[in-house]
């Protein structure tokens, strides 16, 4: 694997802090700039390191298997992209179903941004195409197969044999892939242009079974709607009234919030002009009394234990039951789930 130095993330570094600092109700005019602003968030996550797969050349049987379509089909009961065992009927990656792009509670990190197909038998393997750009950063990702040595590979086809190249997590290359829960490395593409995906049962075959997989920018955008905060409080009297939330394993572990809205959810009562807070991370986020939008929160990172506050500003309500519920919109590198983390 190689290697980019890049710097560490100062929102993962307030992350060792416990003692919440109250943000300034006043905004800034660099508070502005930063605030909502996707570039600023891209440039955040761009200083992370990554481990980075390097290309593998092919063969010249490889190549001329490849490049003249010599790959034997197979008959199989077909999903919803076959027949596309082959790079000639290789099915457009665009074109697949996204499993989900929200967060809306802790169960959707799994599915998030994965796509999904099927093998559906012992010889069956799926081809499809996708546009990459030299010089950007990508992901690729293969999940919900088990234990089982299903693997994924990237091909890139040049116009001859010296130029062609290809990726992949086949454990006869790599060893660390043997037996893995899912199979994944990180690239930076060398060439623009078309790159073929394949995914095959490495001779592992049990029976038919649809896997998730990923191929794109290492850094995606995903939107939080209408999510849960699992759990709530009774507000009286003029102090914030509190609980936490635990957001650790609903979010991908290096993310940068754009924007946070904490809209309100009343089991009992209601209230118009409510002050909020979002804490975590050694960091205090404000909204202005009656909006939901909280202030100076972009590039935090949203996978922390959070402190949700909340208190009449008008001190006019009791027995009000408040409970925040999230929206907006945030960036992440895209990963492995927790848990599936390989030595690479």
Known sequence: MKKIRLLSLAMVCSMLFCTPVMAAEITTTEDAVIENNPEVVTESLESVKLEEMSPISLSEEQYDVLSDDEIQT???????????????????????????TQVTSNNDLYRLGMKAAGLHSETD????????????TYFVDLRNVGRRDWYIELYYLGEDLDSSYFYSTNPEYNSVYKGAAEKYFYFTAK?????YIRICSGNDWVDSMYYFFYVGPAIQTFDIVDMPTYGGVNLFGTAYQTYTCDLRNAFPSTTAIININLSDSFSKGTCSHLSKYMSAGGRTYYNTPGDNAIKSITNASIGQLWTFGAKCSQNTHSGVH???????????????????????
């Open 74 to 100: 197979y008959g199989t009961t077909p999903d919803d992209y076959e027949e596309n065992d082959s790079p000639t009927t290789a099915f457009s990656y665009s074109k697949v179903e996204t499993l989900t």
């Open 125 to 136: 393997e799926d081809w499809f195409y996708t546009s990459l750009t030299a010089g950007e």
């Open 191 to 195: 060439d623009t242009g078309k790159f």
């Open 322 to 344: 408040w409970s925040g519920r999230i929206n907006g919109k945030f960036k992440c590198i895209m990963e492995p789930y927790p848990g599936n983390e390989l030595d690479l």
